[in-house]
């Protein structure tokens, strides 16, 4: 047989059985017609053939004619560990396909917490975290009795982000971490190693992480390494440093041997289009030649999107949000801040748009460059940026228009990459103008680079999706449609599978997903999700 499944014969009795469908099993190996049995949460049958299995019974039959039944979509870049207890529906990710997440990325993840610091945590989350978000727990194990409590749609999994246990340990304080300081940062991480998170996240552009130094980085990471867990890691540039910000993470993986994702890979300046990524990727090629793991994940837009407050340099943040402030509010500081953002902005204020920003003065804003700001405002592009963050009290967001379509398709081209949103559980009444990638990263690759760009087969594109997120993280039960997994499944049309999400009405389902089963428990039902919060938590084998 071409396909190691089992033969199944006589009565059989099934949850849920989906017949008649186009099997994309996650392997990259060959679609084939079938069909699949699930028993609990558990595919209990796979059987190629016609469709059907003969003399079998089902509670509930999907009939799936002219449909791709594929392993449900693993999001390896999340942040939902910040949203999920807002929205623990997670109909973001739902109706896009998505059934497990790896959360806590860039650095930033819901725990560690130290309680006399939370005003602190509340501005490094902020982007995320909402102002009245208790942020009662402090430890993953804290955080996990939570979201249990309210139960949740997805599977999740957690990495410990750098910049929450550098935070816990330092604050917002440059330089390097002395004796003391170190050995409770890996104090810290173990804690967390030891309750289940996959490994840690670090966001080498955000403070504090940002202040961290490669070998406090490499120190932390041969803890990493002891347990078997993986670095992930928001580089300490993606524009004009993007080559030596590669170097840096190949050489930590061959300091310490450790697993290493390169979160979300890309090029964000248009003077190094075309040319840096590939210099770059040529180094990840070079050094998994040599036998380092090292790998990367990569979503399908030509925008980025983050905090308002990334485009203040990055000093300005030692001490904290009210030292910021005070900088920002300082006429000859704000000079220096101005020059400086400024410079580094040159020909790029009008790709940065503002997709979040709250108090009433910024409404009007929202959905506009800083350019158009500035040149309704009458001030510098700099200036208007400030203004909105601070008028914002630090909780503005921003989309920015940065990459090109013929990096995104080299990138998406190596063979090594996975895919995933950098985005979150949400609601479909998200406010203000999100990054569409919350809500159609997966129909996107499989709509735009697969059927009408060709970068990928169905195949292929399906297990960048699945089974090599999985074994990314080390997941041995999902990831692949076989008999023994759980049964984490979506049905979708790829006739009519679209992207709807755009950029001005980002908050909307994809078209073309039709069944969701997390669990074995059908989460979404005709492109509408039936309420079900059948996740589970995930934690490192």
Known sequence: MLYPYRT???QMDFDILFQNVTIVDGTGKPAFLGAVGVTGDTITAVVPGDGTISGADAARVVEGSGKILAPGFIDIHTHSDLT????????????????????????????PIRQDRKCDYHYYLSEYVNPEDALSYSTLPEFVSCIEKAGHSTNLGFLV???????????????????????EEKKLLEEALDAGAFGMSSGLIYPPGSFASSRELEALAARLKSYGAMYTTHMRGEGLTLVNSVKEAIALAEHTGVRVEISHFKECRKEMWHTAVKEAMQLVINARARGLDIAFDQYPYQATASGLETNIPSWAFEGGQDALKKRLCDPKTRARLREEADADHKGRWGDIYVSYAEGTDNQ??????????????????????????LNSDFKSNEVNFGMCEEDIEYILSQDFGMICSDGEDETLNFPGVPHPRIYGTFPRILARYVKKR??????KAISKMTGMSAARMGLVDRGLIREGMKADL???DYNTIEDTPDYLHPEQACRGIEEVCVNGVLTASHGTHTGARAGSILKRN
Do not use: Y
């Not at 804003?365 to 203004?387: L, N």
């Open 454 to 459: 060709k970068i990928l087969t169905l195949e």
């Open 364 to 389: 009007q804003w929202i959905g506009r460059s800083i350019a158009e700001i500035a040149e309704a405002t009458g001030k510098d592009p700099a200036d208007a940026c400030f203004d909105v963050v």
């Open 84 to 111: 999920v207890l807002h929205a623990p529906r997670a109909e973001s990710r739902i109706l896009q396909g998505v059934t497990t997440e790896l959360c806590g990325n860039c650095g930033m993840s819901s725990f």
């Open 161 to 183: 982000g750098h910049g929450n246990i550098r935070l816990a340990v330092m604050g917002f304080r440059q330089g390097e971490p002395d004796q003391a300081e170190l050995r």
């Open 490 to 492: 979506v049905l979708f």
């Open 8 to 10: 199944v014969r006589g």
